[in-house]
């Protein structure tokens, strides 16, 4: 005799989401950092908005902040991304 | 009215050691067999929570996954839990949905903590719950198998596997289960989750995201300060080697030391006060354990640490067996990132 037994799990990949159109070029654009508060990010931001700057002529930089990595991004965060062309998030470790 | 169908796949196998090789090979456990979850056994524990498959326990905010009563009911048929079990662990699920556990962060992180689960009240007993001889090891099916349970509900329904959610470095074993109870039938003192306020007579349970124990022991003195020193000590070397971060801190303490705590009139709040003023350590004190490079980070070489935000902080817990001087520091996964919640367990569910 067989053993008819109930499936444990659920489909755990993230809900279906359509891609964004890929920036072609950073010029003009306004690119958004994200310090995510972990250790170091400041400084590497720092650096990567000097090289947004300097070398992609990129139209503005949007310091975002959140104050506790483990968890989700506040909404004013999250509102102040959507005046970004795109969002460079920092960092996983 | 909420509907009695069951919504999982099926899979015909030919008897349980098939079914254990097929969950085993899926990844559908914790590396350890597993009891068959069949539709029968399934409804069962479901009834014995009063829930319907489809009724929603509690959802994980930050990945918006919902835990629905069927699929946390076939984990914990998984687990090798009793139907009795089911309104304990739908209580520690409900808790580790509240939003100051901070269960995706504490799941997913490289610290890899565990839930400790702390059990209260008249359930303990209906449950036959180990609170005295090894409680914080092996030998019960209640304390094994509720545990359990939790970690079956995070690997299968919320995705915490090794390497792909979890991200733990190291992990430790009470990541396989990591539940007592507490010994009040014998202890004056007032129960955890009486403390955190579930009725007197109820049943609660007490769950905070918790890094593995570490066993103190002082059996040359019956001084209650000196006690508490060598447990503020551990927690110091703690603040020192591992997170210094202030949050909950659970202390288990077995009869021996607990009857000298109490022989000396101390109750909880006394370890609690003496505790939060010991357990400091200054920004220096890093020099002496390799952490010398963070000395002058930071508010300098002379800046506090607490162990604990405020007395309240510290979880004291009467639990353990009769002989022995020793007592266990739980620290938390991350200071108060994550936060203990307790959960009152329904007495219609849980008491009957």
Redesign the interface.
């Known amino acids: 005799m067989?053993?008819?037994?109930?499936?444990?799990?659920?489909d755990?990949s993230p809900?279906k989401a359509g891609a964004t159109t890929k920036l072609t070029s950073l010029a003009g654009r306004t690119i958004g950092l994200l310090d995510n508060g972990k250790i170091n990010v400041r400084p590497l931001l720092d650096h990567m908005e000097r090289m947004l700057r300097s070398q992609y002529g990129v139209r503005d930089v949007v310091r975002l902040r959140k104050l506790?990595?483990?968890?989700?991004v506040p909404a004013p965060v999250l509102a102040a991304m959507q005046g970004c062309d795109a969002v460079i998030s920092a960092v996983g470790? | 009215m909420a509907t009695r169908a069951l919504q999982s796949a099926i899979y015909e196998l030919a008897d349980a050691l098939d079914v254990n090789e097929h969950y085993q090979q899926n990844g559908w456990t914790d590396g350890l067999p597993i009891v068959p979850p069949t539709e029968e056994r399934v409804r069962e524990f479901l009834d014995a929570a009063c829930l319907a498959p489809g009724d929603i326990i509690g959802v994980e905010s930050v990945r918006q996954r919902p835990i629905s009563a069927e699929k946390a009911a076939i984990n914990v048929v998984m687990a090798g839990c009793l139907p009795t079990y089911m309104p304990v662990v739908v209580s520690v699920l409900r808790a580790m949905c509240v939003a100051e556990y901070n269960m995706h962060g504490s799941t997913a992180s490289t610290g890899g903590s565990a839930p400790l689960i702390v059990v209260n009240g008249p359930i303990r007993a209906a449950l036959g719950m180990n609170a005295t001889h090894g409680v914080l090891g092996n030998g019960n099916r209640a304390n094994a198998t509720i545990g359990r349970a939790i970690r079956l509900v995070l690997i299968n329904v919320l995705g915490c596997i090794p390497g792909q959610i979890d991200r733990a470095t190291l992990g430790h074993p009470g990541k396989f289960t990591f539940c007592l109870a507490e010994d009040e039938e014998d202890s004056p003192w007032i129960p955890l989750a009486q403390e955190r306020g579930v009725p007197a007579g109820a049943s609660g349970v007490t769950v905070m995201a918790a890094e593995a124990p570490r066993q103190v022991m002082n059996e040359w003195t019956h001084d209650p300060e000196e006690i508490a020193e060598t447990i503020a000590a551990e927690m110091r070397h703690n603040m020192l080697t591992y997170s210094v971060w202030a949050g909950n801190y659970a202390l288990i303490i077995p009869k021996q030391l607990r009857d000298l705590f109490v022989a000396a009139g101390w109750r909880k709040h006394d370890i609690r006060e003496y505790v939060y003023r010991s357990a400091r350590v200054l920004r220096r004190d890093w020099a002496t354990v390799g952490k010398g490079t963070i000395v002058a980070r930071g508010g300098g070489p002379d800046q506090e640490f607490t162990a604990l935000r405020w007395p309240e902080d510290l979880l004291v817990i009467a639990a353990g067996g009769p002989a022995g001087g020793f007592a266990a520091v739980v620290p938390p996964w991350y200071g108060a990132r994550a936060l203990a919640v307790t959960q009152t367990i329904d007495p219609v569910q849980g008491d009957q």
């Open positions: 067989s053993v008819r037994v109930l499936d444990p799990t659920v755990t809900a506790d990595f483990s968890r989700p470790d």
